[in-house]
């Protein structure tokens, strides 16, 4: 069994793998970060068009138009509205499937790619 006098703690090289393995995935997390903040916008903007009376969201062009503005408001410039989301009326209701992936260069040619895919069923007002 080792003296309490002998067991110091962890060394300089313990500090450095430890600060190299934090720093790896706050990078991480930093590049990947605004793009699920950039999905929450969107998804809020999709369901506003249920809950937001003033709106007056009645045809699929009209839509387009509303989450064109909200991605201008929100800086969502890097991802094609046209591309991400479709919008098709049933039933007296807009199914809009947003779907698309982004991808960030973390290490030469490593990238991390997140992907949002999901359905809403919003009902016009």
Do not use: C
Request: charged share 25%.
């Amino acid at each position: 069994m080792k003296s309490a006098h002998s067991q110091k703690g962890i060394s300089i090289l313990g500090w450095l793998m430890m600060l190299t393995v934090v720093a790896f995935f706050a990078s991480a997390a930093f590049k990947v970060l605004p793009h699920y903040f950039d999905n929450m916008a969107l998804e809020k903007m999709i369901t506003s068009v249920e809950t937001d009376k003033a709106l007056d969201v009645r045809t699929v062009g009209d839509f387009y138009s509303h989450i064109s503005k909200g991605m201008q408001v929100n800086s969502i410039r890097d991802l094609n509205m046209q591309d991400a989301i479709k919008v098709k009326v049933e039933n007296n209701e807009f199914r809009v499937h947003l779907k698309y992936e982004k991808r960030e260069p973390l290490i030469q040619n490593i990238d991390l790619v997140v992907r949002f895919d999901k359905e809403f069923r919003v009902r016009m007002p």
